[in-house]
Every structure is written in C-alpha cells, then in structure tokens.
C-alpha cells in the first residue's frame, strides 16, 4: 500500500499564488507518473498536471503558463505552483500516483493507482 499526504491548500485572491505538494510513504518500489487533478463543485474530475518517471510533463490547457509540477523522485513527492489563480480554478485538488507493476517476495502486484484524500483551493476576492 501506499499513502499519500497532501498539503497546502487554501483561500487565495484571484492573481495570488498558492503551492501545493504530495508525500508519498508506504511499500513504495517503483512509481511511474504521480500528477495533480481536481474536481470543482458539480464538475468531473478532470487532470491538472502530470510529471512522469523521466519528468516529462502534461498540464491541461486551463493551467498551462500558470501552474508547474515538479517531482523530487528520490525523496516520491510532487508539488504543483500554482500562480496567477482564477476563480475557475476552486476546486478540491487532489494528488494522485501510478505504481509500476512489480515482484516482492515471490508475488507479482500489477500496476495500481492511488489517491490523495484531497485539498481544497479557494480562489475568491
């Protein structure tokens, strides 16, 4: 299993700035991709940003110039900056992580996700 510990969420005032970061601890042996999404009121949940094993990153179009993922991988956290913020962008930001598939004492564990518990921005005058 792993656990994932979300922190720095928060009110901001449109243009602020806020930067949220991701811990990940437990039976890590190989994580792929860890990435923020968030889930506005009455809306889906949709990605924020993405970084890959080999730092490669995707943001979705809302966020792009504004937001940045970064990947510490040797310490398996991931913080998202967040500047020049919007109304548009309250949500509940939640952290998010793909484990490769691996083997461990004798048994193969396919390749899993987990979540975050969450943490709500607010972006409000």
């Known amino acids: 299993q792993v656990q994932l510990e979300e922190s720095g969420g928060g009110l901001a005032q449109p243009g602020g700035s806020l930067r949220l970061s991701c811990a990940a601890s437990?039976?890590?042996?190989?994580?792929?991709?860890m990435g923020w999404y968030r889930q506005a009121p009455d809306k889906q949940r949709e990605m924020v940003a993405v970084?890959?094993?080999?730092?490669?990153?995707e943001y979705a179009d809302s966020v792009k110039g504004r937001f940045t993922i970064s990947r510490d991988s040797t310490r398996n956290t991931v913080s998202l900056q967040m500047n020049n913020l919007r109304p548009e962008d309250t949500a509940v930001y939640y952290c998010?992580?793909?484990?490769?598939?691996?083997?461990?004492?004798?048994?193969?564990?396919?390749?899993?996700?987990?979540w975050g518990q969450g943490t709500s921005v607010t972006v409000s005058s």
């Open positions: 998010h992580v793909n484990h490769d598939p691996y083997w461990q004492n004798g048994g193969f564990y396919n390749r899993r996700e987990y």
């Open positions: 437990g039976n890590i042996v190989s994580i792929n991709s």
């Open positions: 970084v890959q094993k080999g730092d490669s990153t």
